[in-house]
């Protein structure tokens, strides 16, 4: 189990998660929904690889009227997100525990979504979730991914913990996976990258 996976499993993280979390969290769903809209139609079958506690997955169901598939590895983190699934006034989140590496769902998805996702993997690991992402989705389907970003030089890990991945890295892995840059944001502790599968 990795440092992260131990850290999310702990009795109350996902709440503590949540407060620290929030500002960032606020950010990325705007931009997601902003992304996504018009592009996705209401009932439309999307995955978060990442789900965490649901905050991006249930505003994305509730605001665009979405079928939300979510995954995480943390056990603790599902369990809240269950509990917010309970509470949706529109669309719908399915929650499923698994690795980012090895997906337990097959799509095709008409988008994929990784909010802070990456930061809590190795950066040996990103190009399988790249890979994975290509593999649930069709062509023309979306790919939006929000994350840590430092302006270079910059560290690759943060507190020996988090790592910040070099943007330009992130977009040739999913180059290379066959998605397209249709956008890329950089406000600086994060960067917003939307892709297009080809």
Do not use: C
Not at 63 to 77: Q, R
Not at 138 to 163: E, F, H, N, T
């Amino acid at each position: 189990m990795t440092f992260t996976e131990t850290l999310f499993n702990f009795p109350l993280s996902g709440l503590v998660y949540d407060l620290a979390a929030w500002p960032f969290v606020f950010k990325a769903r705007e931009y997601v929904k902003e992304s996504l809209q018009g592009s996705v139609h209401p009932g439309a079958s999307i995955l978060e690889i990442g789900v965490g506690t649901g905050m991006v997955s249930t505003y994305l169901a509730e605001t665009l009227g979405l079928n939300v598939d979510g995954i995480d590895s943390s056990i603790k983190m599902l369990e809240i997100a269950t509990n917010r699934a309970k509470h949706l006034k529109g669309g719908s989140l399915t929650l499923y525990q698994g690795k980012a590496t090895e997906l337990p769902v097959g799509g095709p998805y008409e988008a994929v979504v990784m909010s802070y996702l990456l930061r809590h993997l190795q950066p040996e690991d990103t190009p399988r979730v790249f890979k994975e992402a290509a593999r649930i989705t069709a062509s023309g389907s979306k790919l939006v991914v929000v994350d840590l970003y430092l302006p270079k030089p910059g560290p690759q890990q943060v507190l020996g913990v988090w790592s910040v991945h070099d943007p330009d890295s992130l977009i040739a892995q999913a180059r290379e996976r066959g998605f397209e840059v249709a956008e890329i944001r950089k406000a600086a502790p994060s960067i917003f990258l939307t892709f297009i599968r080809r």
